[in-house]
């Protein structure tokens, strides 16, 4: 641990020395706790982060419209697409994936930091229940899922195969993320494949360059983004676990999308037949001001422009088919080789963009009382997971369909959009869908036949309530001959159980 005198030094050399102006008040137990945290600090990356916060601070609120005339769409040929494939098309990439699952080439790596502050919760978003007849919890039913993907590939290929599971979590999540997954046995996968690690922490910084102290001994700090991901892969060696596990291709996502398809083998074969190093699922953007970014190419490179980096008149322009020219919304939902995350985390990493989040972040004044602001005071910079794709060698969009893939959770019940109500809504009309498609009939509490609806909206229920445990069905595979011709009651939970009562009551 740093010396007082070598703290001091650290942070004169920054410009940040007011970090130490409580120095006298403290206990020894709250010194060394701040002394930690400054030791973690290097001086020339503080200097510069907090001279490129205050600068991207001052410019935030300038409008760039320039983007707009730099912008293209991306080109066919590097767009898979499910809705424009057929049968045949899917199960070849379908079966090149599960061929990698089967090698033990492909990893998922899940980024978890953020905490469930916007959903009203103190714990993080995975550990959310968003309602659903069995109780599960995201992480519970990601866990089931990558369980039968690994099923579906033994099966197949007559082998056992491991899809090891990687976490990045944050400082707030670490801790209660663990804990979580030891109390529940790791939903049945064996723990030493999933491996969870730590994001940086970076300072926030107020509109005059300095550091802000939340306590008399503490610096705040926030996670530096999803795209904090590529120092963290240094920082803690995972690239070498993926080496030393074999893993040659990685399926990143976010925690909160309900519908995710973990470690998908038709996205995995689709970019592994077509040679990309990069890939990124997309679905079409359901108006043009949808709150998603756009995946497009700018100046020749890839990468995700903000809905709010586009004019409204660039947002409505149209293809020749009448669709919307830039609909490639970007759902968090990338394929990456080990290989391209290497060169990124080795040659590109200090290349990528600070994004700036002017935030309202409590600190403590010249006399060390708390201060919780009414307007924005701070600066934390972020960096995103999706800024990589500018470095791509060959980079390819997947289309998929928003209703079968993309359902995310960010806020709590009441708001119009991605709450827990519309996730298990989403969730539930795919499972209505998928026991319809496999012969299923629905019955109500009268023992009444429920007339079919094939189609449903967020806004409301399916006609029956049906949830399919990931660990009877993947994706809507074999369920046929678990439910063609029966009779099924709502509310109807088909976990292993009542999966095993089906088939001996044929």
């Given at each position: 641990m740093l010396s007082f005198e070598e703290a001091k030094a650290r942070l004169e050399t920054a410009g940040q020395s007011h970090v130490l102006q409580f120095w006298a008040e403290l206990s020894a137990e709250e010194s060394n706790a701040l002394l930690e945290e400054i030791s973690q600090l290097k001086p020339e990356e503080l200097l510069e982060h907090c001279r490129a916060a205050a600068e991207a601070g001052s410019r935030h609120s300038s409008?760039?419209?320039?983007?707009?005339?730099?912008?293209e769409p991306v080109p066919p040929e590097f767009i898979g697409s499910v809705r424009k494939s057929d049968k045949e098309t899917l199960q070849m990439w379908g079966d090149e994936g599960l061929l990698q699952i089967s090698q033990d080439k492909v990893a998922v790596l899940l980024l978890a930091g953020g905490q469930g502050t916007r959903l009203g919760v103190p714990y993080p978003k995975g550990m959310y229940n968003v309602g659903l007849p069995s109780g599960k919890t995201l992480y519970q039913i990601q866990s089931e899922r990558i369980q039968?993907?690994?099923?579906?590939?033994?099966?197949?290929?007559?082998?056992?195969?491991?899809?090891?599971?990687?976490?990045?979590?944050?400082?707030?999540?670490?801790?209660?993320?663990?804990?979580?997954?030891?109390?529940?046995?790791?939903?049945?996968?064996?723990?030493?494949?999933?491996?969870?690690?730590?994001q940086r922490m970076i300072p926030a910084v107020g509109?005059?360059?300095?550091?802000?102290?939340?306590?008399?001994?503490?610096?705040?700090?926030?996670?530096?983004?999803?795209?904090?991901?590529?120092?963290?892969?240094?920082?803690?060696?995972?690239?070498?676990?993926?080496?030393?596990?074999?893993?040659?291709?990685?399926?990143?996502?976010?925690v909160d999308n309900i519908l995710v398809k973990m470690a998908d083998p038709v996205f995995i074969g689709f970019c592994v037949s077509k040679g990309a190093d990069c890939g990124a699922k997309v679905v079409d953007k359901a108006y043009p001001a949808e709150p998603v970014g756009v995946v497009c190419r700018v100046d020749g490179l890839y990468q995700v422009i903000e809905y709010s980096e586009i004019q409204p008149e660039t947002a409505e322009l149209k293809g020749p088919g009448g669709e919307l020219l830039f609909?490639?919304?970007?759902?968090?939902?990338?394929?990456?080789?080990?290989?391209?995350?290497?060169?990124?985390?080795?040659?590109?990493e200090s290349q990528l963009?600070?994004?700036v989040a002017i935030k309202k972040v409590p600190f403590v004044d010249g006399e060390g009382k708390l201060?919780?602001?009414?307007?924005?005071?701070?600066?934390?910079?972020?960096?995103?997971?999706?800024?990589?794709?500018?470095?791509?060698?060959?980079?390819?969009?997947?289309?998929?369909?928003?209703?079968?893939?993309?359902?995310?959770?960010?806020?709590?019940?009441?708001?119009p959009l991605d709450t827990p109500t519309t996730a298990r809504r989403s969730l539930l009309a795919q499972h209505y869908r998928w026991a319809l498609a496999a012969g299923g009939n629905f019955l109500d509490e009268q023992d009444k036949p429920i007339p079919p609806k094939h189609s449903t909206t967020q806004n409301e229920d399916p006609p029956a309530i049906c949830e399919i445990s990931p660990l009877v069905s993947y994706f809507g595979?074999?369920?046929?001959?678990?439910?063609?011709?029966?009779?099924?009651?709502?509310?109807?939970?088909?976990?292993?159980n009542e999966a095993k009562n089906l088939v001996q009551t044929k």
């Open positions: 409008a760039d419209g320039r983007l707009d005339a730099r912008m039968k993907v690994q099923e579906l590939a033994n099966v197949k290929h007559g082998c056992r195969c491991t899809v090891p599971w990687y976490i990045m979590t944050s400082e707030f999540t670490l801790e209660p993320t663990e804990k979580f997954f030891k109390d529940h046995q790791y939903f049945g996968l064996c723990p030493s494949n999933v491996v969870m690690f730590e509109f005059d360059g300095k550091i802000i102290l939340e306590k008399k001994n503490k610096i705040a700090m926030a996670p530096d983004g999803n795209g904090g991901l590529y120092h963290a892969l240094v920082d803690n060696k995972i690239l070498e676990d993926m080496e030393r596990r074999g893993v040659e291709y990685l399926h990143v996502y976010c609909r490639a919304g970007n759902i968090c939902n990338h394929f990456f080789t080990r290989g391209f995350l290497k060169d990124v985390a080795d040659k590109f963009k600070q994004h201060v919780k602001p009414t307007k924005p005071n701070g600066i934390k910079m972020e960096k995103f997971v999706f800024d990589v794709f500018q470095f791509s060698k060959k980079f390819v969009a997947f289309e998929v369909l928003r209703e079968e893939e993309f359902s995310p959770l960010k806020n709590a019940d009441g708001a595979e074999g369920l046929e001959k678990l439910l063609k011709q029966k009779n099924l009651k709502s509310p109807f939970l088909l976990d292993e």
